[in-house]
């Protein structure tokens, strides 16, 4: 039986016990196990001594502390009303005009994505803010959780990324490199919502009604308050990139510096501190869990050699190179049905990233090659946090906005959707929009 043939099984497995709602991560490792145990005739002695050393090795990794203290540096801004902060300074600005309230949510999404590094997070920190102030000043509640459910996604799309440095692990590529490369796809994703939210009042201006303008002595108070929140996102990125501090050195004065700043702003006391400990702590757990199980299927499937046999077959099979692509983001939104951002990530960069680099894109060397296919690929990962019938963002905005119906929150992603749609189209044909950041300051 050929290696894609073993694959292929393995993978079916691994849909049907997701199917039967096991977690990703214990399915990811049930697949893995057995297709390892298929593979040496039976015998089950080497996959006890790979699981002997492989949760040592995993846990060990120096580069994975950088996860846990990018989740402390979200939790802290969550607990200590940072996020509010930040939505009253867009809001001061953009809270006057018609539709004005969603964009200063979108905003506020794409701030606070900037010290979180979590859509889901971001969502549901955002929502909780934002959500009673679009409700109050009347707008319509498909274009008030929509705006939400996608401004959302900008969690992981403006660094600090959690799936960003899970891609940098996997493919030994520079987390720095990828933050930076980030940066402006994340830019251009807030402002493309923005853009969507105007053309739909302009559309229908009674979805979203303008709000009160706010008088210039509140908006530099406003501007004074998210200051230091900028800072902590400047001195993480640059810090990083300018190679002062590697990226758990980084995350660390970052979580440090929400830490001190939720203190002082008098929103996180004890309880705050005991209940970001904990939420850092539980994210973590289910992060290693579910990197242990794609660690045991990854390693089912290279002993299946299944990534070189595709690898090797669609580099013979005189495809064009920008077909590939195409299927590689189609399968992604596909799978955005049934798993998660993180395990996405885990599950198909190993069989992907192969075929990516064997083949010749616009002639791009093989680090700006790997950074860009890293930005297009979280790109359509966070696609899948609002597309149905999932939509993990979607659920959380709804469960918030408990007055809107589900499918007028479905509804309402759907504009941001081809927003998504527009901006991948760009950065696959014009990598550059990815790679400027990085070829400048590189």
Known sequence: MSGIAVGGFIFLALMVLLVVRVPIGIAMFMAGAGGYIFLNGGESAGLLNTLKNAAYARLSNYDLAVLPLFMLMGQF?????????????????????????????????????????????????????????????????????????????????????????????????????????????????????????????????????????????????????????????????VGIYGGWANPTEAAAIGAAACGVLAFLTGGMRLKGLMDSALGTAQATAMIFLVLMGADMLNTALALSQMPAELATWVQGSGLPPLLVLTAILVIYIFLGCVMDSLAMILLTIPIFYPMIMGLDFWGLNPTDKSVWFGILALMVV?????????????????????????????????????????????????????????????
Not at 102 to 108: F, Q, S
Not at 402 to 420: A, M, Q, Y
């Open 77 to 237: 801004a969550t607990h200590g009303g940072l996020s509010r902060s930040l939505f009253r300074f867009v809001s001061a600005f953009l809270g006057h005009r018609r539709g004005g309230i969603a964009m200063a949510a979108v905003g506020a999404c794409a701030g606070f994505g900037a010290i979180c590094g979590s859509s889901l997070a971001t969502a549901a920190t955002m929502g909780q803010v934002a959500l009673p102030e679009l409700k109050r000043h009347g707008y319509a509640g498909s274009l008030a959780t929509g705006a939400l459910a996608a401004g959302g996604t900008l969690g992981i799309m403006i660094p600090p990324s959690v799936p960003l440095v899970i891609y940098a692990i996997l493919t030994q590529e520079s987390i720095g490199k990828l933050f930076m490369a980030a940066v402006l796809p994340g830019i251009i994703a807030m402002v493309g919502y923005m853009l969507v939210i105007q053309i739909l009042v302009a559309w229908k201006p009674h979805i979203g009604p303008a709000g009160d303008r706010t008088p210039w002595p509140q908006r530099i108070k406003a501007l004074i308050e998210v200051l230091p929140v900028l800072l902590v996102f400047v001195v993480v990125i």
């Open 382 to 442: 966070e696609i899948g946090l609002v597309h149905p019938p999932v939509g993990m963002n979607v659920y959380i905005i709804n469960r918030l906005a408990k007055d809107v119906p589900l499918t007028d929150t479905f509804k309402g992603v759907v504009p941001f959707l081809l927003s998504d749609f527009v901006r991948i189209v760009a950065l696959v044909l014009f990598p550059s929009v990815s790679l400027v950041l990085v070829r400048s300051f590189g």
